[in-house]
């Protein structure tokens, strides 16, 4: 079992049911996940660090098997414009590995969290849970609740 992350305490602090699901960390991509476990890919969500014109970065969780629009999700948010922050600029803005990155263990920095609409068509969906190699699979609707994440049109 995993050692207990951020993610993890804060999701039993809330009393949230979670399954953790640990995978080889050369696994990068929600993608990789799906594949890993036999999961269909639209079950394994990626967090995505995005960049507006100012302000603050925001976390975009979409599902491993779709492609972020940024034109859609500017309009989504209310930005003229917005651009996926770099690797090394996501890692260094959220103290987390690409791979790795997570609403959950960022909600002290508070990033401005969403999540794309079609996970509101299933019941439960795998995130990161902080670290490479750890996903959490919990309901759509606790995720949302405690991430505080607003749902957009994203893809």
Do not use: C
Request: proline letters at 5%; charged letters at 25%; zero cysteines.
């Amino acid at each position: 079992m995993a050692e207990k992350l951020n993610s993890m305490r804060i999701l039993d602090q809330q009393k949230v049911s979670y399954t953790v699901r640990e995978f080889p960390e050369t696994i990068h991509s929600a993608d990789g996940v799906a594949d890993y476990f036999s999961l269909p890919r639209e079950w394994v969500y990626k967090t995505l660090v995005v960049l507006p014109p100012a302000g603050r970065p925001m976390l975009v969780m979409v599902a491993g098997s779709r492609e972020l629009d940024l034109k859609k999700l500017a309009a989504s948010v209310g930005q003229k414009k917005v651009q996926m922050a770099p690797h090394k600029e996501a890692e260094r803005l959220t103290g987390l590995q690409t791979g790795g990155i997570s609403a959950l263990a960022l909600l002290h920095k508070n990033f401005a969290v969403y999540i794309d609409k079609p996970a509101l068509e299933l019941e439960r969906i795998l995130v990161s849970a902080g670290k490479r190699g750890v996903n959490l699979e919990l309901p759509v609707q606790e995720l949302i609740r405690v991430a505080k994440a607003r749902v957009i049109e994203a893809t």
